[in-house]
């Protein structure tokens, strides 16, 4: 990893994105899925490690499709000069339509309403638009219910400006240890798409496979898994057993910006919930929760100071914090990981009480990236 250079970024605080690591994630991913296309998620700013320098990367490098939450997202890597396919999972709402058919973007269709609405605005346009249809098998938060889905698969066969190109599902506990849940939503996922060989129709793309499923489910890799957290060389879970060797590919850097002694009794930031009975070195770090480092990192979290771990002292502000050295060792410019040389993103989820997912997805754009 480079030393951090201060003329990549204005502010002596930064992200650093290793391009060259999602790509070999993605190598990883394809070598164990086999037959399976891999679409690459790139939602959330592609987990906070920058949506179109990681697409545009992805694409280079030879993925197929890419998946997004939002209009919006797509909308953003069409402007960036991304041409592949893109799949938008979350929900169309009506006056979305017209958008979603001049960026080229497929769709997710849960009913048949929708289908119809699509149908007509493709019309209008002379063109056909494509979606994939969306089965809820126990997630219950989009699609249309399992058990109602036949109705919808049979409408998609009728409209002739809509093109059901996939069908897909979710797994709402792919990444436990317990995989029934999962299994059972995969077993009712099967189940619907029987509905094509028993017309001796050929189904449309299958997918249903996250993180958790590409690593623990290999029956669920069907046509084409879509993996997220795992792109980034993040394991989904400390349940899942690491089947894909994986390399994190975001480190979070910043520098010491100044260095004191504080003695006993005097306590150290907001609220005065920390101090030390014996004089020790206290350093600031120019990094808050206004940057998207949890304030729940306050007297928890730690930090990589000259090879060392040193414990955050007291609440992190907004715009800073303080690390306890206790007699360690460190000058101004030093330089100071939050993320990396042996933090996971995991171990600040687990001092933040939360999931890796949320503490890369926090990082907001205060923080300037820099791509390896
Ligand atoms: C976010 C998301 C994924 C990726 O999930 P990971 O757990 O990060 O692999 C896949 N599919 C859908 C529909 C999603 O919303």
Redesign the pocket.
């Known amino acids: 990893m480079p030393h951090l250079n201060p003329t990549d970024a204005i502010r002596p605080a930064h992200v650093e994105v290793s391009l060259g690591a999602i790509a070999q994630n993605y190598d990883a991913i394809r070598a164990h899925v086999g037959t399976a296309s891999v679409m690459p998620?790139v939602?959330a700013n592609a987990?906070g490690h920058g949506i179109v320098e990681v697409a545009r990367h992805l694409m280079n490098h030879g993925a197929p499709c890419l998946?997004v939450?939002l209009l919006e997202e797509a909308i953003v890597l069409r402007q960036g000069g991304i041409t592949l396919p893109i799949l938008v999972?979350g929900g169309v709402a009506t006056r979305q339509i017209p958008q979603f058919i001049a960026h080229d973007l497929i769709m997710a269709a849960s009913s048949i309403d929708k289908l119809r609405q699509i149908d007509e605005a493709a019309a209008a346009v002379k063109t056909k638009a494509r979606v994939h249809l969306k089965i809820d098998t126990g997630m219950e938060r989009i699609g249309v219910h399992w058990y109602n889905a036949e109705k919808l698969l049979e409408a998609s066969l009728s409209f002739t400006n809509v093109e059901a190109a996939g069908i897909?599902s979710?797994f709402a506990n792919s990444?436990a240890a317990d995989l029934a849940s999962a299994k059972e939503q995969l077993a009712r996922f099967l189940e619907v798409l029987e509905f094509y060989p028993k017309r001796g129709l050929q189904p449309p793309l299958r997918h249903i496979a996250?993180?958790?499923g590409?690593l623990q489910l290999p029956e669920s890799h069907l046509d084409l898994v879509?993996?997220?957290?795992?792109l980034y060389g993040v394991y989904?879970s400390k349940e899942v057993p690491q089947t894909v060797k994986l390399q994190p590919a975001l480190s979070w850097k910043s520098q010491v910006v100044y260095f004191k002694v504080v003695q006993p009794g005097s306590s150290v930031s907001y609220g005065g919930t920390w101090q030390s009975d014996h004089p020790v070195r206290v350093v600031t770090v120019p990094v808050g929760y206004g940057d998207g480092y949890f304030r729940a990192l306050s007297n928890r979290g730690q930090v990589v100071i000259r090879g060392q771990r040193h414990p955050i002292a007291g609440r992190v502000c907004m715009d800073q914090f303080m690390v306890n050295l206790e007699w360690g060792t460190a000058y101004n410019g030093d330089v100071v990981t939050l993320i990396g040389d042996g933090i996971s993103a995991q171990d600040v989820a687990d001092w933040a009480g939360t999931i890796p997912?949320e503490v890369l997805t926090n990082i907001n754009s205060r923080v300037p990236r820099v791509y390896v």
């Open positions: 998620v939602k987990y998946g939450a999972f897909y979710h990444d996250n993180s958790g590409i879509r993996p997220g957290i795992m989904p997912y």
